[in-house]
């Protein structure tokens, strides 16, 4: 995967790491040092490099840093100014967000989840990297708005959902005959990190499987049904299939994670409403700890409905479980 670049070629004052830091601060909002050097640097030693771009950058008021709330140390999480971001869209390299990290926001009770979201991202990058995929710093996008319902449009009502992150990965694996078959995955993410109810995250669920079956319908007096009346599910004009959701716990015990994935579960399997839609979802619920420990294709990954039995994020059986099966 070639990594991200600058978006302002006339600016030659940057180092090439410098160059690389400003879109994916754009996209992923806030980012430590650290977390910086794993994406774009994963063979250095210690983070004084990226800390000495990022100041580069600072001086020049493309990106600024929060204290984290969290850390007694002072760890500063870093994001990119308005500045940083005129730069970065005048370069029409990444698509334009109208969500922009402010001062305020950058120091607000956000600051966790939105870390958590990044090392999930961060997760996938680097055991692609050790399993020979594909996903590079730029291959997940955080809340992206898709809408569940004609009608009204203001945001944060019902109308649209919007993933924590749609994350995209390819993934190459054998196919029995000597030859190696690429796997082009979307994910949608949730992270929780025990902050909400566990029917909320079962809401959720819902919600996607409103999105799996939502076909918009023409609004009155524009545009004429077609034919017989048949149109597509709006999903089908953004990706090639439905893409497998990934709910990621965090931020308590491995005990109480299970607790809450086992609620998770119930709470599903009695939602009348979410048992039809049941065969177009591919859906399953693990942890942070365990993204990051052992990778995407371990089986990690609970199934948010039917069989209980530990799968991969493709929501397969491992080989010993299949054949026993």
Same mark, same amino acid.
């Given at each position: ?191 929780? !990190? ?49 893409? !497998? ?70 929501? !397969? ?9």
């Amino acid at each position: 995967m070639p990594r991200p670049r600058f978006l302002d070629p006339t600016d030659r004052g940057l180092s090439q790491l410098g160059q690389e830091i400003l879109p994916v601060l754009y996209r992923h909002r806030l980012l430590t040092a650290g977390q910086l050097a794993r994406l774009l640097r994963p063979a250095a030693t210690s983070t004084r490099y990226i800390r000495q771009q990022l100041e580069v950058l600072h001086g020049r008021g493309l990106v600024d840093a929060s204290v984290r709330r969290t850390s007694r140390a002072g760890e500063l999480l870093w994001y990119t100014t308005a500045l940083g971001c005129e730069v970065v869209e005048s370069g029409g390299e990444l698509a334009p967000r109208a969500y922009r990290m402010t001062e305020d926001a950058a120091a607000s009770q956000l600051q966790e989840h939105t870390l958590a979201v990044n090392h999930m991202g961060l997760a996938f990058v680097q055991h692609a990297r050790r399993l020979g995929d594909e996903c590079g710093p730029l291959d997940w996008d955080p809340e992206v708005a898709h809408r569940v319902r004609d009608g009204d449009s203001r945001l944060g009502d019902e109308a649209f959902l919007v993933p924590d992150a749609v994350l995209r990965y390819i993934h190459t694996a054998p196919t029995g005959n000597g030859e190696q078959q690429r796997m082009l995955l979307t994910f949608f993410c949730e992270i929780d !990190r025990a902050t909400m109810s566990v029917a909320r995250l079962a809401a959720k669920l819902h919600a996607y499987a409103r999105y799996a079956r939502y076909i918009p319908q023409p609004v009155p007096g524009r545009g004429r049904p077609k034919a017989g009346g048949y149109r597509r599910e709006a999903w089908r004009a953004r990706y090639p299939s439905f893409p !497998r959701i990934l709910l990621v716990l965090d931020g308590a015990s491995p005990s109480q994670l299970a607790k809450r994935t086992d609620d998770l579960r119930a709470l599903a399997a009695a939602d009348a409403r979410l048992q039809p839609a049941a065969a177009d979802l591919k859906a399953g619920v693990t942890t942070l700890e365990q993204l990051q420990r052992r990778g995407p294709f371990a089986p990690i990954v609970t199934p948010a409905l039917g069989d209980p039995e530990s799968v991969d994020v493709l929501m !397969r059986l491992s080989a010993a479980a299949a054949s026993a099966a």
